[in-house]
């Protein structure tokens, strides 16, 4: 499968952003689909993930509360929803699949990758 990010931009603390990983590929629906993200300087981290069941969601702990993981298996597409954003939220992210369906958090688990969309929150 391959996946398109978008929807990123630059805000200010407390706005809200909604990412979009559009995928190609019949089978899209049987897919985990996270999201990670990586700061300048820092390693990659996870952020979200939905199952192929659309109610199996993992979540960061710095993130929970305010982002919203959500798939729309008809359009082939997972949202992340961001609200109430800080500066430290401010990092490159990526969509990753994984054919098994389960939504880990390990980034080793994901087989597709898309391009990354950036994200910049200003204080």
């Known amino acids: 499968v391959q996946l398109q990010a978008s929807g990123g931009g630059a805000v200010e603390a407390g706005d809200s952003l909604r990412l979009s990983c559009a995928a190609s590929g019949r089978t899209f629906s049987r897919y985990a689909v996270a999201w990670f993200r990586q700061a300048p300087g820092k390693e990659r981290e996870f952020v979200a993930a939905?199952?192929?069941?659309?109610?199996?969601?993992v979540y960061q702990d710095s993130v929970k509360g305010r982002f919203t993981i959500s798939r729309d298996n008809t359009q082939n597409t997972v949202h992340l929803q961001m609200n109430s954003l800080k500066p430290e939220d401010t990092a490159v992210y990526y969509c990753?699949?994984?054919?098994?369906?389960?939504?880990?958090?390990?980034?080793?688990?994901?087989?597709?990758w898309g391009q990354g969309t950036q994200v910049t929150v200003s204080s």
């Open positions: 939905i199952g192929w069941r659309a109610g199996g969601t």
């Open positions: 990753a699949a994984d054919s098994a369906g389960i939504a880990y958090s390990s980034g080793h688990r994901y087989d597709s």
